[in-house]
């Protein structure tokens, strides 16, 4: 794991930290763990300048799918950011796929602010951390992980993406790494 540097104009996406997903069990890290270190995050993001994303899920892709699909009907606040990330929100996005990018305007948002560079956070590691790191590597952006600020439902799906898939579409860093280099540039 490496991170080389912030860009000028980074974003900080924070993904699915709802209030209905962080009441999930997660491995190796629990949303606890993951909200909280999101959070230093935003709040470092906030002190130097830099745009907050945060994105819901609000429905799912249509296909058919091998996986078991739910079918249950979510309580009404299932959805809703959890409050602790809030305040540090200059944009949110509600999505309907895993990744954030199809069909949100997550892009244009980004584009119209300048930003080369996103930083991911969130839930779940290898579903829309995932999703969203791959199309956010298509689109051209510098990729940042910070895997101790991700989780997922599954610690060896989880450590898959971090082994074996972030490393191709981005660097991979630490909650520790991200606050060193936003307070003291490297």
């Given at each position: 794991?490496?991170?080389?540097?912030?860009?000028?104009?980074?974003?900080?996406?924070?993904?699915?930290?709802?209030?209905?997903?962080?009441?999930?069990?997660?491995?190796?890290?629990?949303?606890?763990?993951?909200?909280?270190?999101?959070?230093r995050i935003?709040?470092?993001?906030?002190?130097?300048?830099?745009?907050?994303?945060?994105?819901?899920?609000?429905?799912?892709?249509?296909?058919?799918?091998?996986?078991?699909?739910?079918?249950?009907?979510?309580?009404?606040?299932?959805?809703e950011i959890?409050?602790?990330?809030?305040?540090?929100?200059?944009?949110?996005?509600?999505?309907?796929?895993?990744?954030?990018?199809?069909?949100?305007?997550?892009?244009?948002?980004?584009?119209?602010?300048?930003?080369?560079?996103?930083?991911?956070?969130?839930?779940?590691?290898?579903?829309?951390?995932?999703?969203?790191?791959?199309?956010?590597?298509?689109?051209?952006?510098?990729?940042?992980?910070?895997a101790d600020?991700?989780?997922?439902?599954?610690?060896?799906?989880?450590?898959?993406?971090?082994?074996?898939?972030?490393?191709?579409?981005?660097?991979?860093?630490?909650?520790?790494?991200?606050?060193?280099?936003?307070?003291?540039?490297?």
């Amino acid at each position: 794991m490496a991170l080389t540097k912030i860009d000028e104009h980074t974003a900080l996406v924070v993904i699915d930290l709802q209030k209905g997903i962080v009441a999930m069990p997660t491995k190796p890290y629990s949303t606890a763990d993951v909200v909280e270190r999101t959070t230093r995050i935003a709040r470092a993001f906030r002190e130097t300048g830099l745009p907050v994303v945060l994105v819901n899920v609000n429905g799912m892709a249509p296909g058919r799918t091998d996986a078991r699909r739910f079918n249950a009907t979510f309580p009404t606040d299932w959805a809703e950011i959890i409050p602790e990330l809030k305040e540090y929100a200059d944009h949110f996005v509600t999505k309907q796929r895993p990744g954030a990018f199809l069909g949100t305007g997550l892009d244009e948002y980004l584009r119209e602010n300048n930003v080369t560079q996103i930083v991911l956070t969130g839930v779940s590691s290898s579903n829309g951390v995932e999703s969203t790191a791959r199309s956010a590597y298509d689109l051209g952006y510098n990729v940042t992980i910070v895997a101790d600020a991700i989780s997922d439902r599954d610690a060896d799906t989880h450590q898959h993406s971090v082994e074996k898939i972030f490393p191709r579409l981005s660097e991979v860093t630490t909650t520790d790494e991200i606050l060193k280099f936003l307070t003291t540039g490297k």
